[in-house]
């Protein structure tokens, strides 16, 4: 039987003080070099690692290795400081993003006035990594847990959730699993900041990136400079409220996919928004009973989820379901298996730390009844329980609470159908910035606004900001 491919989931004036451009970056300790292949980069992309403690309450004590890459701007006369990045996760590979970045076209404004800072947040990549030591099998069912049916299958989710917690608890990288946290990394960017020489950093996070800039903030809110968070979760982050949020995100979303597939009639999906969508209940039903090119109901869910992140992968999501609707050879389905177990390892350690998790699996059971019927498409999934019911262990430090105080000098930038991090949320995260933040909404689907998305208003309200400071007086919507 065809293995499926996973889909691992792993956007007024500012009162900011103006900081006046430098002819030159501040001199550093250091050292520079070639970045580590294979990897993406970018010209005049250079790599380095920095030791940082793996215990903030222990300064001195074991050291663990952050990697970090910038790519320095070219023009001393309006570089203005360092842009830290931070691509979503937790568990993403950040070291290679300023290149990301460059594919993506960011302007010319926002590479002259910083160096683009990537970086390996601690557990992940080229940093010193975590493990679970995860079979193939295990990861292969990604981070986002199955759609449950029913309560045994939350019941059958918990017993899998139960041994990854238990190898995570006894991988040879436990000794991390207390100090692997959206905490420490924020204090591990301003351990970056301050080997940089700089007295204040720019941010740009997506996704999960939002969490750790409104964590940053919050820690460091005098040391923050501009801070961009795009596509945003809850303030408490990929908590359980976080996660069950992708379940009305993916019910936001569809609408985009139904229209569509129903202009297109080769695909035989339906002529209409309507028939679309009793496609998506017909098929995933029939897949419950009986996969399909080693497809079943659940896996079908989850890569419809995936692929509706972006508007360019709306045609492969079609050919897939005509494919399963068909019983045809799936097309092939793109996927980058590098670092998988790594990736999924780390996503762990942080959102198990980052929160308090119900050890319930009943408390569990009743949230997947309750958004089955409240988000039909992917609610008993986004609900269902995950390992960090089981953790083992406890957090060095209590979760920060994302508030109000410091500078105003945050923007927000959000797409209006997000399937992952949806606009409720947004306005959670926007809500506990208070008057610290604003936000720009884009008429538009898909995960990511700025560069990411073709919304010309949001991405040039963002540049705005970026380059010289300046943010809405008060929040603004762009239309489509």
Not at 246 to 258: I, L, Y
Request: charged content about 25%; overall charge positive; some cysteine.
């Amino acid at each position: 039987m065809r293995k499926a491919v996973p889909i691992v989931l792993a956007v007024a004036m500012a009162t900011a003080v103006p900081v006046l451009a430098q002819a030159a970056p501040p001199q550093t300790a250091l050292k520079w070099g070639d970045c580590p292949k294979p990897g993406a980069t970018a010209p005049g992309m250079q790599c380095t690692t920095l030791d940082v403690p793996l215990d903030y309450k222990d300064p001195k004590g074991r050291k663990i290795e952050i990697a970090v890459s910038r790519l320095a701007s070219t023009n001393p006369a309006k570089r203005r400081g360092v842009l830290l990045t931070n691509p979503g996760g937790p568990g993403g590979f950040g070291l290679d993003f300023p290149a990301t970045l460059v594919a993506l076209k960011v302007p010319q404004s926002v590479l002259d006035s910083y160096d683009i800072i990537g970086f390996d947040p601690r557990g992940v990549g080229r940093s010193t990594p975590v493990t679970c030591d995860l079979t193939e099998e295990q990861q292969l069912r990604g981070n986002v847990p199955p759609y449950a049916r029913d309560a045994a299958d939350v019941a059958k989710h918990a017993e899998r959730s139960k041994a990854v917690a238990k190898q995570c608890a006894e991988s040879k990288t436990a000794y991390m699993l207390p100090h692997t946290s959206t905490a420490s990394t924020a204090r591990d960017m301003d351990s970056i900041r301050e080997a940089l020489g700089e007295k204040k950093i720019s941010f740009l996070g997506y996704s999960y990136g939002t969490h750790l800039g409104a964590v940053y903030t919050t820690l460091f809110p005098q040391r923050s400079d501009r801070i961009v968070l795009d596509s945003n979760l809850v303030p408490e982050g990929l908590d359980r409220e976080g996660g069950r949020m992708m379940g009305r995100g993916v019910e936001d979303r569809f609408p985009d996919f139904a229209k569509f597939a129903s202009a297109k009639p080769e695909y035989g999906l339906g002529s209409t928004p309507q028939q679309v969508e009793a496609k998506y209940f017909d098929l995933a039903a029939r897949l419950d009973r009986a996969p399909v090119q080693g497809v079943d109901g659940a896996t079908f869910r989850l890569m419809s989820f995936g692929l509706s992140y972006g508007d360019g992968q709306l045609e492969l999501m079609a050919r897939i379901w005509r494919a399963l609707d068909t019983d045809q050879p799936l097309p092939p389905i793109p996927g980058d298996p590098t670092g998988l177990e790594n990736k999924i390892a780390s996503h762990l350690y942080v959102i198990c730390n980052d929160s308090r998790w119900s050890r319930s699996v009943a408390s569990y059971q009743h949230d997947v009844a309750v958004d089955r019927v409240r988000y039909p498409k992917f609610g008993a999934a986004a609900a269902n329980i995950r390992p960090c019911a089981f953790w083992q262990t406890e957090s060095a430090e209590p979760p920060v609470r994302v508030g109000d105080n410091g500078p105003s000098n945050v923007l927000l930038a959000q797409n209006t159908r997000d399937p992952a991090t949806p606009l409720a949320a947004a306005r959670k995260m926007r809500h506990a910035l208070g008057d610290r933040a604003r936000m720009v909404t884009a008429d538009q689907g898909g995960h990511g606004t700025f560069l990411i998305g073709k919304n010309t208003c949001a991405n040039d309200v963002v540049t705005k900001f970026l380059t010289t400071g300046e943010r809405p007086t008060r929040d603004l919507t762009c239309g489509a």
